[in-house]
């Protein structure tokens, strides 16, 4: 009984828990405060005056989740081949038998009518752009198979998020508003090239593509630094378009400082504290600083 049970076919239900494992769904958490502050200054833009702003709020963060959701399941699926040559990845669901290509399909195809659905609910501009939204970040996947900027590709992804608020609150974009894209461009840039220290041998014995295999460790550790540098440039820009108070940028500028000095050319044991703890504090320390801030200067 027990070989029985222990080679049928998983149910949904554990198929969808190890689905939302493989692309770790928790991680979500990294782009999503940056959609809220750009949601959040848009309002601010239209004096607090906006129909329904929890009903937006509620479709901004479905279409975020389901289109991060549909673009790391794709990436793990086109993956996986190389995944189960890297010993570091060699775990993940799809190489290692845990979960069939059919359903991470099927949920990368619910997860992608989820988006074009919440697109909809946010007015016909967003829905207009979510193809092209939707094709960029899936483009991303193939990008480590011929450039080295992968990184910055990844970072365009999800400084997508901010802009694409903005519009679903307002129905239209603004320039100023692009500050923050680019800080959300260079920030993840610069953390990708971090966790991509990590996989330095295999990509260049692989042929992959990216900053740390093109120039070596203690260059791209450096690259990384100035990716964050402009990252607190970018914000502070941001805070001076919008008419703010810039000290929401020091917590962050102190959690980067912290996240760079936490990884060595020698020493990369600590790149998961420095990848996935410090970055998902980031967005909700900053998101918290400028809800404050806005708040404060309300009549």
Known sequence: MGHTLSTAEPGFLQRLRRTLDMIKFEHSVFALPFA???ALLAWRELSFQVDAPWFRV???LLAMVAARSAAMTFNRILDA???AKNPRTASRHIPAGLLSLRFAWGFLILASVTFLFASLMLGPLCLALSPVALAIVLFYSYTKRFTSLSHLVLGA???IAPSAAWIAVTGSLNWRIGFLSLAVLFWTAGFDIIYACQDFEFDRQEGLFSIPARLGIV???LLSRVCH???VASLVALCMVFSLNPWPVLPVAALLVYEQALVKPGDLSKV???FFTVNGLIGLV???AVALEVFRNVQ
Do not use: E
């Open 272 to 274: 998961n504290l420095a």
């Open 81 to 83: 081949a190389i995944d």
């Open 58 to 60: 509620f479709f901004i």
């Open 286 to 288: 900053f998101f918290a």
């Open 157 to 159: 992804c999800l400084g």
């Open 229 to 231: 540098v402009l990252t």
């Open 36 to 38: 809220l502050i750009g």
């Open 219 to 221: 260059r791209a550790l």
